[in-house]
Nanobody, 124 residues
Framework: VQLQASGGGLVQAGGSLRLSCAIS????????MGWFRQAPGKEREFAAA????????SYADSVKGRFTIFRDNAKNTVYLQMNSLKPEDTAVYYC??????????????????WGQGTLVTVSS
């Protein structure tokens, strides 16, 4: 499966962005999805995850209440709505797919495929 993340950009603190992750290739298969991020000089960290059905989601404490992950399986796309953005949200955001589609995963090693990343920059 191939993943294409988009929607990043420059936004002021307090603003919003919506990231998209388009899934192509074996789209007849089911995948759980996750969003991870990597800030400059830091390790990659988990941000949010969702099962194939959308019935279960999980968020890092740092984004809980501000970010929402959701998906449209008819469009083979997963989204990350980011509100009340802070400068510390500045990072490259990556989407990832997991074949174990019915469970939530928060560790990068549990994902099978990765997109190329999209840069989000939040100015103060």
């Amino acid at each position: 499966v191939q993943l294409q993340a988009s929607g990043g950009g420059l936004v002021q603190a307090g603003g919003s962005l919506r990231l998209s992750c388009a899934i192509s290739g074996r789209t007849f298969s089911r995948y759980a999805m996750g969003w991870f991020r990597q800030a400059p000089g830091k390790e990659r960290e988990f941000a949010a995850a969702i099962t194939w059905s959308g019935g279960s989601t999980s968020y890092a404490d740092s984004v809980k209440g501000r970010f929402t992950i959701f998906r449209d399986n008819a469009k083979n796309t997963v989204y990350l709505q980011m509100n009340s953005l802070k400068p510390e949200d500045t990072a490259v955001y990556y989407c990832a797919a997991r074949r174990d589609w019915g469970t939530i995963a928060t560790m990068g090693a549990e994902y099978d495929s990765w997109g190329q990343g999209t840069l989000v920059t939040v100015s103060s």
